[in-house]
């Protein structure tokens, strides 16, 4: 008898002590709290506008007109990355562009994809790099953001012709398009033929003259002037 009531004395303190155990333990992780959220990653820094200008140059194809194509090992028309935004290379003397027949096919363009004819004439693409006298060094970034926007020449002069892609560039926001300007300050300068520069004869001849790709907005100073065929029934221009 006395045996028995030891054991169940036993068991009792067992089960007291295992159930203290347990509540003790519990009181423990109560009083440490809940589990430590995990660090959250810093945000990547924003670009910087000349990093997000390249971006957008890259993305907006600009190379693809405003860069000369030459033929590559395999016989395959590739982009000159040496000329990068140069424009249309200065030594390349257009002929006068083919007329083509009564059709779909409206117009045409050089195998350097820097020269242009169409209905509107013939256009060249301009050098964009920051040289001042055959590039867009001069400009400044407001006449830049008035170009694209308002689709004229130093956004204030002649229409911008075609192939040109104005109309949809001109939907990009005015801190997209100085960030564009300001990394074409940074890329190097290239010297060329640019068509701004070029003097052509009186719009009765069917031509543009310098003051219609806005020369009363150019400092006084000596300017190259390349050479530069007339087209047949057209008008000569660049196309920015």
Request: charged content about 20%; overall charge positive; hydrophobic content about 35%.
């Given at each position: 008898m006395a045996r028995a009531?030891?054991?169940?004395?036993?068991?009792?303190?067992?089960?007291?002590?295992?159930?203290?155990?347990?509540?003790?333990?519990?009181?423990?992780k109560r009083a440490a709290g809940p589990p430590e959220a995990a660090p959250v990653a810093a945000a990547p820094a924003a670009p910087s506008p000349v990093e997000r200008g390249k971006y957008l140059v890259t993305i907006l194809g600009c190379n693809d007109c405003h860069r000369p194509y030459h033929m590559g090992p395999n016989g395959i028309p590739e982009p000159d990355m040496t000329k990068m935004l140069s424009g249309h290379p200065e030594g390349l003397k257009?002929?006068?562009?083919?007329?083509?027949?009564?059709?779909?096919?409206?117009?045409?363009?050089?195998?350097?994809?820097?020269?242009?004819?169409g209905p509107w004439g013939v256009t060249y693409s301009i050098n964009l790099t920051p040289d001042q006298n055959t590039g867009i060094g001069?400009?400044?970034?407001?006449?830049?953001?008035?170009a694209i926007k308002s689709g004229k020449h130093m956004g204030?002069?002649?229409?911008?012709?075609?192939?040109?892609?104005?109309?949809?560039?001109?939907?990009?926001?005015?801190?997209n398009l100085k960030s564009i300007y300001a990394y074409l300050r940074t890329i190097p300068a290239w010297r060329t033929g640019s068509r701004i520069t070029r003097s052509l004869s009186r719009r009765s001849r069917g031509e543009v003259s310098l003051r219609d790709h806005g020369a009363a907005a150019l400092p006084k100073r000596r300017i190259r002037q390349?050479?530069?065929?007339?087209?047949?029934?057209?008008?000569?221009?660049?196309?920015?």
């Amino acid at each position: 008898m006395a045996r028995a009531h030891s054991r169940k004395s036993l068991v009792a303190l067992g089960s007291f002590g295992f159930v203290a155990a347990l509540s003790l333990s519990g009181c423990e992780k109560r009083a440490a709290g809940p589990p430590e959220a995990a660090p959250v990653a810093a945000a990547p820094a924003a670009p910087s506008p000349v990093e997000r200008g390249k971006y957008l140059v890259t993305i907006l194809g600009c190379n693809d007109c405003h860069r000369p194509y030459h033929m590559g090992p395999n016989g395959i028309p590739e982009p000159d990355m040496t000329k990068m935004l140069s424009g249309h290379p200065e030594g390349l003397k257009m002929p006068p562009a083919p007329k083509l027949p009564e059709g779909p096919w409206l117009w045409v363009g050089a195998a350097t994809n820097t020269a242009f004819a169409g209905p509107w004439g013939v256009t060249y693409s301009i050098n964009l790099t920051p040289d001042q006298n055959t590039g867009i060094g001069i400009w400044t970034e407001d006449m830049f953001v008035r170009a694209i926007k308002s689709g004229k020449h130093m956004g204030t002069s002649r229409m911008i012709q075609p192939p040109m892609p104005w109309p949809w560039y001109n939907k990009m926001t005015d801190e997209n398009l100085k960030s564009i300007y300001a990394y074409l300050r940074t890329i190097p300068a290239w010297r060329t033929g640019s068509r701004i520069t070029r003097s052509l004869s009186r719009r009765s001849r069917g031509e543009v003259s310098l003051r219609d790709h806005g020369a009363a907005a150019l400092p006084k100073r000596r300017i190259r002037q390349p050479s530069l065929a007339k087209p047949a029934g057209g008008t000569a221009g660049r196309c920015f």
